[in-house]
T-cell receptor, first 110, second 116 residues
Framework: SQQGEEDPQALSIQEGENATMNCSYK?????LQWYRQNSGRGLVHLIL?????REKHSGRLRVTLDTSKKSSSLLITASRAADTASYFC??????????FGPGTSLSVIP | GAVVSQHPSWVICKSGTSVKIECRSL??????MFWYRQFPKQSLMLMAT?????????EQGVEKDKFLINHASLTLSTLTVTSAHPEDSSFYIC????????????FGQGTRLTVV
């Protein structure tokens, strides 16, 4: 399977709460990226974290990477209704291929 | 920044016809591009790696004769869905990486194909 795992598959929270999504993978990576996709639309790149990095921030987003556990997490703080979307982790392998996880569908309730 | 442009953004075709989707890197040359397919409420599945000047490399389970890939120049890859069937209806997205920098892969806007 290309995809590895992502959890939860679906997440529903109230506006203002934090949302945490997790991603696990099986093979070695060059880097790991997180993307957002609004329904039926293209991808929006959020953060890239390299294999030698452990944590990265961008605005309300925080990504961690644990290569020993082959896992990553995306934290969205102070969520907004506009954050409602699908979120995908995507790992880049040594062959420059980007393989997507199954994704988490996030619903932020106003 | 680097941009990957995909055309068309949507297309409707009749069963049995062929449809061509273009993927262009606008300000960098890409020896390698990637094609993905996404069914509703699912993730992106890598279909194939498009190699400039040589044959594409297809992922397991992807029919080479059905999804023809041509990468004739360093800025253009095309995906042709041949003899389209309704089950080929999907969202197709391409990506490319700027070889000059260690940045993320850039994705096209996607093409929504509907076969009727």
């Amino acid at each position: 399977s290309q995809q590895g795992e992502e959890d939860p598959q679906a997440l529903s929270i109230q506006e203002g709460e934090n949302a945490t999504m997790n991603c696990s993978y099986k093979t070695s990576i060059n880097n790991l990226q997180w993307y957002r996709q609004n329904s039926g639309r293209g991808l929006v790149h959020l953060i890239l974290i390299r294999s030698n990095e452990r944590e990265k921030h961008s605005g309300r987003l925080r990504v961690t990477l644990d290569t020993s556990k082959k896992s990553s997490s995306l934290l969205i703080t102070a969520s907004r209704a506009a954050d409602t979307a699908s979120y995908f982790c995507a790992r880049e392998t040594s062959y420059d291929k980007v393989i997507f996880g199954p994704g988490t569908s996030l619903s932020v309730i106003p | 920044g680097a941009v990957v442009s995909q055309h068309p953004s949507w297309v409707i075709c009749k069963s049995g016809t062929s449809v061509k989707i273009e993927c262009r890197s606008l300000d960098f040359q890409a020896t390698t591009m990637f094609w993905y397919r996404q069914f509703p409420k699912q993730s992106l599945m890598l279909m194939a790696t498009s190699n400039e000047g040589s044959k594409a490399t297809y992922e397991q389970g992807v029919e080479k004769d059905k999804f023809l890939i041509n990468h004739a120049s360093l800025t253009l890859s095309t995906l042709t869905v041949t003899s389209a069937h309704p089950e080929d209806s999907s969202f197709y997205i391409c990506s490319a990486r700027d070889p000059r920098s260690f940045t993320e892969a850039f994705f096209g806007q996607g093409t929504r194909l509907t076969v009727v």
